[in-house]
């Protein structure tokens, strides 16, 4: 068994490598796949948003982590394992469905899919709360909102060049062997023994009376209805704009996750220095630059620096929550409460989806771009509530 810091973060790295690889199908390509045939943008939402559902359902997934070693194997390390091949067997059936015919059946097999993702995905967050001291908790998340990002960058390239020379059925593949990579390293980590202060208490639920944390969740709910609807639109709105091939589109993404990549290290490292509230309040302000000008793009050219620059800004505001969503966290429910905190920001992910694909066929993608960005206005007003008033270091 591995026990070394190294090691762990290595883990999480892959983990949500894996997360990144499906995730970025689901909420940036899944969108061409459909509308190849010929599924209108309003159904493409529709679609994403009940395929992420079992992102807020993760709630209950973070309880039965907190409360059940399975089978005597661990509080965490069992659920990882089966989430993951869940997943991967959800790739597998996604092919043989038809979207024209069997549109149904084939977000059922999304939501199986999904929901095994949800199970690994708030077990590893579970298991970095377990392990990761305070002053490493920006480090930590930038390091995963980094594997997430290498997830997306190499299955948007997979997806430009596999649909471009061979068929969907090849991505479809592709996305469930990335599934499985993280589980040699997850059977070779040693999971830690629980402390007794750390034992699960219902009544540590009334952290969520705190007006600090309720309003954490409101920024979550804001900040990923701007990020995720966003994100959705850029591959079509470039597409349908400029004609760009869906090779084209898949290099976009790369390019894309890129600049989360580098959001999420960078962001981490200068969340750790200057702290949470400096962190937000200038993650808010580059998704409004960044989304804003997306929607003035006139040449496909122009559309690949200000394409990375929104990948930079999306990874920086996700590390910055995600952290923020630690310190806030009470270890006696770590990966409950820290599950909802996600699932609460996953349920903005979903109204983004949903809206996005509403607002872009009602009013087009240049004035959806817009309405996003000028939601991230509307999320200052909740950082005194969340951090104080005094705009100091305090993370907590």
């Known amino acids: 068994m591995f026990t ?37 943008m309003t159904q493409v939402g529709l679609f994403s948003a009940i395929a992420l559902i079992p992102l807020i359902l993760k709630i209950f997934l973070g309880m039965l982590s907190d409360r059940i070693n399975l089978f005597g194997l661990g509080y965490r390390k069992p659920y990882i394992i089966l989430g993951l091949l869940i997943q991967a067997s959800g790739q597998l059936i996604f092919p043989f469905v038809d979207p024209a015919t069997s ?110 944390v309720v309003a954490l969740g409101l920024l979550g709910i804001l900040g990923f209805i701007i990020t995720s609807g966003a994100n959705m639109l850029v591959n079509p709105f470039l597409q349908e704009t400029f004609g760009i091939s869906y090779m084209l589109a898949g290099f976009y993404a790369a390019v894309w996750g890129v600049g989360v990549i580098l959001g999420g290290i960078t962001g981490g490292r200068l969340t750790d220095k200057i702290g949470h509230k400096r962190s937000v309040k200038g993650a808010l302000f580059a998704s409004l630059i960044t989304v804003f000008l997306i929607a003035m793009i006139a ?87 969340i951090f104080g008033k005094k705009d100091n270091r305090e993370t907590s």
């Open 4 to 40: 070394s810091k190294a090691f762990r973060y290595s883990t999480f790295s892959a983990l949500y490598f894996a997360q990144g690889s499906i995730l970025g199908y689901f909420t940036a390509l899944n969108a061409i796949y459909l509308r190849s045939y010929d599924i209108p």
């Open 103 to 212: 549109f149904a059946l084939l977000t059922v097999v999304a939501f199986f899919s999904l929901t095994g993702m949800a199970m690994y995905d708030t077990c590893t967050d579970g298991f970095a709360l377990d392990t990761t001291p305070k002053e490493d908790e920006g480090t930590v998340q930038g390091i995963m909102v980094a594997g997430r990002a290498l997830g997306i960058v190499l299955i948007s390239a997979t997806v430009g060049i596999l649909s471009y020379m061979t068929n969907w059925d090849a991505v479809f593949l592709a996305l469930a062997i990335m599934t499985l990579i993280p589980i040699p390293m997850v059977l070779l980590l040693k999971e830690p023994s629980r402390p007794a202060n750390r034992t699960f208490e219902w009544k540590a639920f009334r952290a969520f009376t705190k007006k600090q």
């Open 299 to 385: 040449n496909p050219l122009l559309a690949w620096p200000l394409v990375f620059l929104f990948g930079l800004a999306y990874g920086y505001f996700e590390t910055v929550y995600f952290a923020t969503s630690m310190g806030k966290t009470d270890m006696r429910i770590a990966a409950s409460m820290f599950a909802i905190l996600m699932a609460v920001a996953n349920i903005g992910s979903g109204i983004g989806l949903a809206g996005g694909g509403f607002l872009s066929d009602l009013v087009g993608y240049q004035w959806t771009f817009i309405l996003f960005a000028c939601l991230n206005l509307v999320a200052l007003p909740l950082l005194p509530v």
